[in-house]
């Protein structure tokens, strides 16, 4: 069993059981710190959790002679208390803007080399020709896109490879994502693999064909996830990933904890 300790407002560990026993019985963590394991409904003292270890423990008469109590261990650090710090959804509107400034240029330049701007000449030509007409409308647009589906093709591609890249890269975010200082991990908070990321670009296309439901599901759902989030099995927090150590935690991070 994996064991959190809370301490002057923040949350440490998973700690295994037999370690927070331990520390119990030499009296380097007080029997007063709360304590949550996965299945608990919310955090106790381990004085409440551990109850045979306290008894087992309990003090002699006072002896002006003993030996003083040992002092009280400085809680290792994890990134723990990080994995309830959720980006908002106007940050990670705001990250996505800049994303999408950043990706305007060489899709740009990608289109424009293609001939976008010919087969757009020829697509208006078409439509002032053939005024009301449906059919013509729909055969200019259908060669428009047809002209330009290979250039279509490469600027998705470009897209693709920039989030994947970049959010299973050290940075664990987008450009966009970095300057507002967030990041995308996995649901332990740790650095998401690239096949994951790979996965998580086409899965925002859900929330397009959604009216963008997807998206907006960010405001409301309880972790901030949107349906490529779920999906994929991803957060988006607040830090740079520079700013925490990628350890490996236990899934019942998600629980809320205030000391």
């Not at 960010?218 to 830090?239: E, F, P, S």
Request: aromatic share 12%; proline share 7%.
């Amino acid at each position: 069993m994996e064991i959190w300790i809370g301490r002057d407002g923040e949350r440490h560990g998973p700690y295994k059981e037999d370690d927070v026993r331990q520390w119990l019985r030499s009296g380097q963590v007080s029997p007063k710190d709360l304590a949550w394991y996965e299945g608990l409904a919310d955090w106790q003292p381990l004085s409440v959790l551990f109850p045979d270890e306290i008894l087992r423990n309990a003090p002699p008469p006072a002896n002006p002679y003993s030996a003083p109590a040992a002092p009280l261990i400085p809680l290792p650090q994890t990134n723990a208390a990080a994995l309830e710090d959720y980006a908002g959804f106007w940050k990670r509107v705001a990250a996505f803007i800049l994303d999408g400034i950043i990706l305007y240029i060489p899709n740009l330049i990608i289109l424009k080399s293609m001939g976008s701007d010919a087969a757009q000449a020829t697509l208006t030509q078409a439509i002032l020709a053939a005024p009301g007409d449906p059919h013509a409308m729909m055969a200019a647009y259908g060669q428009f896109y047809s002209t330009m589906a290979a250039a279509s093709l490469i600027t998705t591609a470009l897209s693709w490879l920039y989030f994947a890249l970049c959010e299973s890269s050290t940075w664990q975010a987008t450009l966009g994502k970095l300057a507002l200082g967030i990041r995308v991990t996995d649901l332990q908070g740790n650095r998401i693999s690239f096949l994951r990321a790979l996965g998580r670009y086409p899965a925002k296309f859900l929330s397009y064909i959604i009216l963008f439901i997807g998206f907006l599901m960010v405001a409301w759902t309880q972790r901030k996830q949107g349906l490529h989030d779920l999906i994929c099995g991803t957060l988006v927090l607040n830090g740079r990933a520079s700013e925490f150590k990628s350890t490996p935690t236990s899934s019942s991070s998600s629980n809320s904890f205030s000391a």
